[in-house]
């Protein structure tokens, strides 16, 4: 695999807010491998800047620095890194030395010829297109999923469970980088084999909130497939069409492809 097979396209717009607390990177390491990262801060305007900037530093500088060679480690690499962002983000602090107590979701996706690893904290999403159709590939860690859990294991009832979910508290996330400890990251049990014309999008929860999945494959099969213009586009739609519009949004797209040129 060749860089001019794996095409990248990637936009972030801020909305109604007064700040973009989203940070999204991505890198060759060779000719072979891409590492892609979006990171939607929290925390205020300034910490959660400061969180999802930092969060994607120290992953980056991991990935030009230590990065495994031992392609069966790529799952637990992604999964350490992100453990160290968690301990950099908790350790911030403001201009008189106190704990900034900002935070970061993150998503991560690392491909390696045709073969794809991520890992995620959080609620940002990754999606995966391909011929069968749209796939979300994380899940949402937020209260929601300690309740399904506590459920599904006897421990609550159904009508427990909705009362603890109503009023917003249900959205409430119980992993992220900046919690201190990391309690929750997930990453695939199994490598993800890319097909020709396979697409993964990574975004934040400006995205989703606005847009279904249906939505989402029709934007990027209406931009020709063209991950630079299905990017922007995605963007542009979440902030026209949403509830949310005062969400920053943000969107890596990659595409899986023989051909040549990238996007």
């Not at 294991?153 to 159904?158: A, D, L, M, R």
């Not at 063209?226 to 990017?231: K, L």
């Amino acid at each position: 695999m060749k860089k001019e097979q794996i095409q990248v396209g990637c936009y972030t717009i801020i909305g109604d807010r007064k700040s973009q607390q989203d940070t999204m990177q991505y890198a060759w390491k060779g000719d072979d491998t891409v590492l892609a990262v979006v990171c939607d801060g929290m925390g205020g305007m300034s910490g959660g800047e400061r969180a999802s900037r930092k969060a994607v530093d120290v992953i980056f500088k991991n990935f030009a620095d230590s990065f495994v060679t031992d392609e069966a480690q790529y799952s637990e690499w992604l999964k350490r890194s992100f453990v160290e962002a968690d301990e950099a983000v908790a350790g911030l602090t403001d201009e008189a030395g106190n704990i900034l107590h900002s935070g970061s979701t993150v998503v991560g996706v690392l491909i390696k010829n045709n073969r794809m690893y991520w890992a995620s904290a959080g609620d940002s999403v990754i999606y995966y297109l391909d011929t069968q159709g749209i796939h979300t590939v994380t899940r949402m860690h937020n209260y929601n999923l300690r309740l399904e859990q506590l459920l599904n294991s006897g421990k609550i009832t159904v009508e427990e469970a909705k009362k603890e979910s109503m009023n917003g508290r249900g959205e409430a996330l119980i992993s992220f980088l900046g919690i201190g400890g990391l309690p929750l990251v997930d990453s695939g049990s199994q490598t993800i084999l890319m097909n020709q014309g396979d697409i993964v999008i990574l975004a934040s929860d400006g995205l989703y909130k606005s847009l279904t999945a249906v939505q989402i494959q029709a934007i990027v099969e209406e931009s020709g497939r063209n991950m630079s213009i299905a990017a922007e586009r995605l963007c542009k739609e979440a902030q026209r069409l949403g509830e949310c519009k005062q969400d920053n949004t943000t969107v890596i797209a990659v595409r899986y492809s023989l051909g040549s040129g990238n996007n």
